[in-house]
């Protein structure tokens, strides 16, 4: 084995002679290994699942699966890009026996690239410091319990380290009838943070949009394909 | 005695020991300050850029690291500032690892890599000015980019939230730069292109190709769903293959030899290790979707691809410690090679670590817990921090003309870092495993989990405020180094603890002082 110095003395003959002393071929492989994994992590899987479109779900195709978020919907899921939800909670169900994803009650099968195609950007996540948000419409479907507890939550879930989404929420006076949207229920809520008499607490537009978001979280449909077993 | 104004030419590198000091003759001293004065200007060309990156890069450190202390105190105590939306955990989480990643990593990365290229290939660094220029374009971009995911504008795209008006600004700093290193590089004077050079010209061409085909195809094609994820981790996992590792790999290959005073121990392995890693390192981002809704085939790839690193791992891990071998002793003295030694040893941990993590029976453990972010930091923190801070030990006195100014310093420095950072692995990952054996285990309550993992995450927060103070300090240091406080520098450092200037702390020793090796030295 010959010395290889830091800018040192002179290098061995095969050293001098090596192709490594040029940038051609440096350049240039390291630019081929570089597309090859271009071409396969992201040029395949585009070419083998890109072009999927919804399953109709009714007979004679009257309603389709999934369906992309529209209106308050999509304002939901951009409240929950912006506040990073994603950094503690996933959306993806692994198969059995990989995991105790569907055993936890989360899923009743495993996701697959279908109910992920309006998804933009995905939001897969790679966090369970909180449980997973695949099926948590289906899950969880009250919107009064999504308010209290994005409001407080150890109120609803009590030892939860999920941080308050209080900023969502605006302190408002009543005035004539309270609010139907106002929240209800402040048990487990500290007394500061609870509404002074005369006042109620209303979700912004933000939070409705959020928690109609999180309902509408449901991937609970039958997809034939979703049996294949490999993780 | 070449911790000195550096490589001392066709001589090579001389050595710290006493035996090289002794048996020196006045022909090679002088061949030695020829050479030694060549570097020197080579080095002033970069002055102006590479500083002006380094003191960048600290800046964002310590953003960087406010931020992650905020982040780890608000998961054991999540009523700690949750008043305001910009400081929710959703949204001061990834201005942490934009701001560490593209503020302190990756403007660290540059400054070393600028450096290297311009001693390396004897050129005097390409269009500085434009360069230093570009860092200003960079910190702009970055600071609006931090700010945007601070008010809401975050992307939620892990490694990728910077919002769409804060990445361009970033790509064309760093084409600039590329654009100098390879310019740098066709002008070289030096006919062998040494092994660093290698993973420079390869990061440098890698990365902005990689960060703009990533932004371009994340945010501006008609493309949603799953194919977005393996983009995402195609890049995330690139971002850390294919450019920190090889420009922290680089540091690594030029220091250990230059301040041990010893060639590398193996050409060929040298070449293997470098291929092998081109080879392998960018088909590894699917491992982080292993059990996801995404083509087996593509997990498989990546795991095979995962497992393979162990080639180029050992093959820099084998030929790093060769040439440390009966040299171990310079560590009490040079605080360079104990943070790159350190370094060194922490990339291979992580990089054998990441192997066995893409096994899918240790991944069904691990994936989804903070066992992972353990992993992450004994990569970002342990190997390419750490390596950037040696390096800057090294280069700084040599643009600046001053010497650190205290030994002392430099030693807290070290040991609030290194003990942070083995603090803070080690806690994520017995917490993160014992989380993922938890989430595997239907029968137990997810809210067990969330309490069984806080005393670990408590844990985290003293790791990090451990090194925010090692950060601190060596902010310091750099701050009285720019402004003229240390002595000036006039030939090879030793430290020296005996010094009898004890308020100095340490002493600088002539390359002809036979006393400079003598000393029992610790840093």
């Known amino acids: 084995m010959s010395d290889h110095h830091a800018n040192g003395s002179a290098p061995a003959t095969s050293e001098r002679l090596s192709l490594m002393n040029y940038a051609p071929p440096i350049v240039l492989g390291v630019a081929l290994t570089f597309l090859s994994s271009w071409l396969g992590l992201v040029l395949a899987p585009l070419v083998q699942i890109g072009d999927q479109g919804p399953i109709p779900t009714l007979e004679g195709g009257l309603d389709q699966y999934p369906n992309p978020s529209v209106g308050r919907l999509e304002l939901g899921r951009q409240v929950y890009i912006e506040n990073g939800c994603l950094y503690c909670h996933s959306q993806q169900i692994r198969p059995e026996p990989f995991g105790a994803d569907i055993a936890r009650g989360w899923g009743p099968r495993r996701t697959t690239p279908t109910d992920y195609i309006y998804d933009k950007p995905h939001l897969l996540g790679t966090s369970r410091t909180g449980p997973d948000l695949t099926n948590i419409g289906a899950r969880q479907p009250s919107a009064e319990w999504h308010h209290r507890h994005l409001y407080w939550p150890p109120s609803t879930s009590p030892g939860s380290i999920m941080p308050s989404f209080r900023f969502l929420y605006e302190t408002r006076k009543?005035?004539?009838?309270?609010?139907?949207?106002?929240i209800v229920d402040f048990e487990g809520v500290p007394e500061h943070l609870q509404p002074p008499p005369g006042y109620q607490i209303v979700p912004s537009e933000k939070a409705t949009a959020l928690v109609a978001y999180l309902i509408s979280l449901d991937r609970t449909q039958d997809l034939p394909v979703a049996g294949a077993p490999t993780p | 005695m070449s911790l000195t104004v550096s490589p001392p030419g066709r001589s090579g590198p001389a050595p710290l020991s006493e035996r090289a000091a002794a048996s020196r003759t006045e022909f090679q001293d002088e061949q030695r300050l020829r050479a030694a004065r060549r570097t020197a200007a080579i080095d002033a060309s970069t002055r102006l850029p590479v500083l002006v990156y380094f003191a960048s890069a600290l800046f964002w450190l310590i953003m960087g690291s406010v931020l992650a202390i905020l982040a780890s105190i608000k998961l054991h105590a999540p009523w700690f500032f949750d008043e305001a939306s910009w400081l929710t955990f959703g949204r001061v989480r990834p201005a942490h690892l934009n701001t560490m990643a593209y503020g302190w990593a990756s403007?660290?990365?540059?400054?070393?890599?600028?450096?290297?290229?311009?001693r390396l290939t004897r050129a005097p660094l390409a269009y500085p000015r434009l360069v230093a220029g570009s860092a200003i374009l960079w910190n702009l971009g970055l600071l609006a980019g931090a700010i945007g995911i601070l008010t809401g504008s975050s992307t939620s795209v892990e490694w990728l939230e910077l919002?769409?008006?804060?990445?361009?600004?970033?790509?064309a700093a760093f084409v600039i730069v590329s654009v100098s290193a390879f310019v740098t590089f066709a002008r070289r004077t030096e006919k062998h292109v040494y092994v660093s050079l290698w993973y420079i010209l390869a990061?440098?061409?890698?990365?902005?190709w990689l960060y703009t085909a990533a932004n371009l195809m994340m945010f501006s094609q008609p493309v949603s769903g799953v194919p977005l994820a393996t983009l995402n981790w195609w890049y995330a996992h690139n971002a850390l293959g294919l450019w920190f590792t090889p420009v922290g790999l680089a540091a690594a290959y030029y220091l250990i030899p230059?301040?041990?005073?010893?060639?590398?121990?193996?050409?060929?392995l040298s070449v293997i290790g470098f291929w092998s890693l081109a080879l392998f390192y960018n088909w590894n981002g699917g491992h982080h979707?292993?059990?996801?809704?995404?083509p087996a085939w593509l997990v498989t790839v990546s795991i095979v691809a995962s497992v393979s690193m162990i080639i180029p791992v050992i093959a820099v891990a084998i030929n790093h410690h060769m040439t440390m071998t009966s040299h171990f002793s310079v560590l009490k003295r040079s605080p360079t090679l104990r943070f790159v030694v350190f370094a060194a040893v922490a990339y291979t941990l992580t990089s054998l670590q990441g192997s066995m993590e893409a096994l899918r029976e240790v991944n069904r453990i691990t994936h989804f817990t903070h066992y992972t972010i353990g992993h992450a930091h004994l990569g970002l923190y342990g190997f390419v921090t750490m390596m950037l801070f040696g390096?800057?030990?090294?280069?700084?006195?040599?643009?600046?003309?001053?010497?650190?100014?205290?030994?002392?310093?430099?030693r807290l420095h070290f040991w609030t870092c290194a003990l942070g950072v083995v603090l803070y692995v080690g806690a994520l990952s017995i917490g993160g495993w014992i989380q993922g054996m938890m989430l595997n285990d239907a029968e137990t309550p997810f809210m067990k989990i969330v309490e069984t993992t806080i005393p670990y995450l408590q844990a985290r927060s003293v790791a990090g405020g451990l090194m925010t103070t090692g950060h601190v300090i060596f902010l310091g240091l750099f701050i009285m180094n720019l402004t003229g406080f240390g002595p000036r520098r006039q030939g090879p450092l030793t430290w020296d603890e005996r010094a009898d200037s004890a308020h100095r702390g340490h002493q600088l020793t002539r390359p002809s002082s036979s006393s400079m090796s003598l000393k029992e030295t610790r840093v």
Do not use: Q
């Not at chain 1, 009543?174 to 106002?182: H, L, Q, T």
């Open chain 1, 174 to 182: 009543i005035v004539g009838e309270p609010s139907d949207r106002r």
């Open chain 2, 107 to 118: 403007m660290g990365s540059v400054a070393t890599a600028l450096w290297l290229t311009a």
């Open chain 2, 163 to 171: 919002p769409p008006w804060s990445a361009p600004p970033i790509a």
């Open chain 2, 203 to 208: 990061a440098v061409l890698w990365f902005p």
């Open chain 2, 258 to 268: 230059k301040v041990i005073g010893r060639p590398i121990y193996s050409y060929a």
């Open chain 2, 289 to 294: 979707l292993i059990g996801g809704p995404v």
């Open chain 2, 391 to 410: 390096t800057m030990y090294y280069a700084v006195p040599r643009l600046t003309g001053r010497e650190w100014a205290s030994a002392t310093a430099a």
